[in-house]
């Protein structure tokens, strides 16, 4: 019974958005109607992209071989703690505590801080913040030898360094 009452609310909200849609049009015209989505749209993508970027790609991430990695440490370590400004934190609906969603996707949106604050081992997650998270744009490639990122520059010093132990060897 509770499926079937989830799937009529499905249709009845995809009913009213359409409607919502056709009536916007109507009254606005459909060049506006997508002006104004596809604005909105690519606002909200470019954020969504930022977010998962920044939370996966820092310094010192997380990443194992399929025989050698562990869910927990994947979690923990392979995501971070987004510290954002409460206003931000609220807008994106607490994603900042990626780690503890990681860990455990069932938890609602609403409870992932408090989930982070009473756990002291999600603790430990790397913590970023909006002026570090810049920092992370120069991260490009994962370097398996030292197991962290690496921006190109650092890429380039890795190879000149090896050829150059190859010609002395």
């Not at 490009?140 to 520059?153: A, C, M, N, P, R």
């Amino acid at each position: 019974m509770q499926k079937k009452k989830e799937r009529f609310n499905t249709i009845l909200t995809n009913i009213v958005i359409v409607g919502l849609c056709a009536a916007l049009i109507f009254f606005m015209g459909w060049q506006a109607f997508l002006l104004v989505q596809g604005v909105t749209l690519f606002i909200a993508g470019s954020l969504g992209i930022w977010l998962f970027y920044i939370q996966h790609t820092y310094e010192d991430s997380y990443f194992e071989h399929d025989t050698e990695w562990d869910y927990v440490k994947a979690a923990v370590e392979g995501s971070s703690y987004y510290k954002l400004p409460k206003i931000l934190q609220w807008a994106t609906g607490n994603i900042g505590f990626h780690h503890v969603h990681h860990l455990s996707p069932r938890v609602p949106n609403y409870n992932l801080e408090k989930a982070h604050n009473e756990t002291p081992p999600l603790h430990t997650a790397t913590t970023i913040t909006l002026r570090t998270s810049l920092e992370s744009l120069r991260y490009k490639l994962y370097d398996e030898e030292q197991g962290k990122f690496v921006s190109f520059k650092e890429v380039n010093e890795i190879i000149k360094r090896k050829s150059r132990g190859s010609i002395a060897a």
